[in-house]
Structures are given as structure tokens and as C-alpha cells.
């Protein structure tokens, strides 16, 4: 059974990363989740169709302003600005999620231990967490923080109070891949300028979110049916950890 649910809007980019998040978090439809950096808010609409309740925490409150529509068409979903690194702004929801996630936001985060402590702060006993970001090599970075060593993210994830954890390398799998090239990436990276520049205008980009939502929905769940999207490198023996999308499943 298809996990994939269409969301007309917010008007998003290829959302290929919301398999990810499907296969690899259980989420039933009792599910109390927190997203941490909710970017476009094309995830955290998708997991409202799921779960019980979502709570996006972003930094920016412009964000967070622009996003306040979705509030209105999920009414089991809200934003709320707030930096998981202090905890006074943990604090309202201490305990509060069964599941948390965050893709994309680590690599821009300065202090990644106070992160880790903020995301067991959040989850209930026994809550899930799944993290996933681009490790950057050094002479490549565009965030404020890297990794040499899985074990440094082994070593926060304990001392976070994480009683289980695993840490890999995402790929997209060789069946799925070939579907993301050709339908994904290269339609967006070959659309004609005039197309690009239209759709840097947000009226344009309102107007058109349904017709592309429905678009990238389709291909998501053409993905999806050839079988799992991403493959795990668990052991980081065919991947370099230092230049490679990293995946953080751990249990409070």
C-alpha cells in the first residue's frame, strides 16, 4: 500500500527525499511528529496527511509567516519558531513527540550536540528520530558544520541519552534512480529559463502548485513501486563518509 499522499500545496521542488523519510520512519496515523527546519513545508504538509499531529520548528519567522496558509488546509498541523539548540524553546514540548525528523539541517546547525539534546528532549520514551544531511568535504561546505568520523555522531546520539542508533550512507537505489534522472533531476535542471524566472515569483508558483505537485506525486509514487528507493550503506565500505548524504536513525 502506497504510503505517498498528495498535497497540492506548498509548491515544491522534487520532493524525493519524502521517500527516504517514508521508508525508513514507521508512522501510523496516532503519531505525534516534530520536523525540525520545515524548508518549503512540502514534508510537513505530506506528514500531516499521515499522523495524528505535526509541529514544524523553524528559525526564521518570515518562514514561518509564509507558511501559516497550510495551518488553515491541515488543521492537525503548525509552525512555530523556535531553535531546537535552546532549550527554553524545547521546553513547551518537552516529551511531547513520538517521532521527529529533520532532512537537510544538520550541516547548517553550529552546534550539533545541543541539537541531538534538544531532539531527546522533544521525543517521549521510546520515541523515534531520523535525521538526514548532506556531509560535506571541507572544501565544498556551503553549511557551518561537517563530520571525519560516523563515530562523532555515534558519540552525540549517546550522550544525548539515545539508547539506540544507527548511522549510513543513503543512495538511491539503481531501479529508482533511473526514474529520479529522468523524470526529476533533468526535467529540473533542463526547464527553460523563462520557466525558472516565472517560477521565482510567488503568485506564479501558488498558482501552478497544484499542476507540479501532482506531477512530482506521480513520479514519487512511480519510484516508489519499483520496489525500496534507497539503499543504506551501513558500513560506509563502499561510500566516503566525508562526501556523502548521511542517514541518523536512533531510538529515545
Known amino acids: 500500500m502506497s504510503r505517498v499522499a498528495f498535497i497540492p500545496y506548498p509548491p515544491t521542488a522534487f520532493p524525493f527525499r519524502d521517500l527516504l523519510v517514508l521508508e525508513r520512519l514507521p508512522l501510523s496515523a496516532g503519531d505525534r511528529v516534530c520536523e525540525i527546519g520545515v524548508g518549503s513545508g512540502g514534508t510537513t504538509a505530506r506528514l500531516a496527511k499521515i499522523c495524528k499531529e505535526v509541529v514544524g520548528f523553524e528559525t526564521s519567522a518570515r518562514a514561518v509567516q509564509a507558511l501559516r496558509y497550510l495551518e488553515g488546509l491541515h488543521p492537525n498541523l503548525r509552525f512555530v519558531v ?14 511531547h513527540f513520538t517521532k521527529l525528523i529533520a532532512c537537510d539541517t544538520l550541516q547548517h546547525v553550529r552546534d550539533p550536540r545541543a541539537f541531538f539534546a534538544g531532539a531527546a528532549a522533544l521525543l517521549e520514551r521510546g520515541g523515534h528520530l531520523l535525521v538526514t544531511f548532506r556531509n560535506e568535504p571541507k572544501h565544498e561546505m556551503r ?6 568520523d560516523p563515530r562523532e555522531l555515534e558519540d552525540l546520539l549517546a550522550a544525548a541519552g539515545f539508547s539506540e542508533y544507527r548511522v549510513g550512507a543513503t543512495h538511491l537505489s539503481g531501479k529508482t534512480k533511473r526514474v529520479a534522472d529522468v523524470l526529476g533531476f533533468r526535467p529540473s535542471a533542463l526547464a527553460p529559463k523563462y520557466l ?13 502548485a497544484p499542476a507540479l505537485n501532482a506531477y512530482w506525486f506521480g513520479v514519487l509514487r512511480l519510484m516508489e513501486s ?19 548524504q548521511v542517514l541518523v536513525l536512533a531510538r529515545r
Open 82 to 95: 523556535a531553535d531546537i539548540t535552546e532549550p527554553a524553546a524545547c521546553a513547551p514540548y518537552a516529551g
Open 143 to 148: 553549511g557551518v558544520t561537517r563530520f571525519d
Open 196 to 208: 525558472r524566472r516565472k517560477l521565482e515569483n510567488e503568485d506564479t508558483r501558488q498558482r501552478l
Open 226 to 244: 519499483r520496489g525500496p528507493a534507497f539503499d543504506i550503506d551501513w558500513t560506509f565500505e563502499d561510500t566516503q563518509f566525508t562526501a556523502c
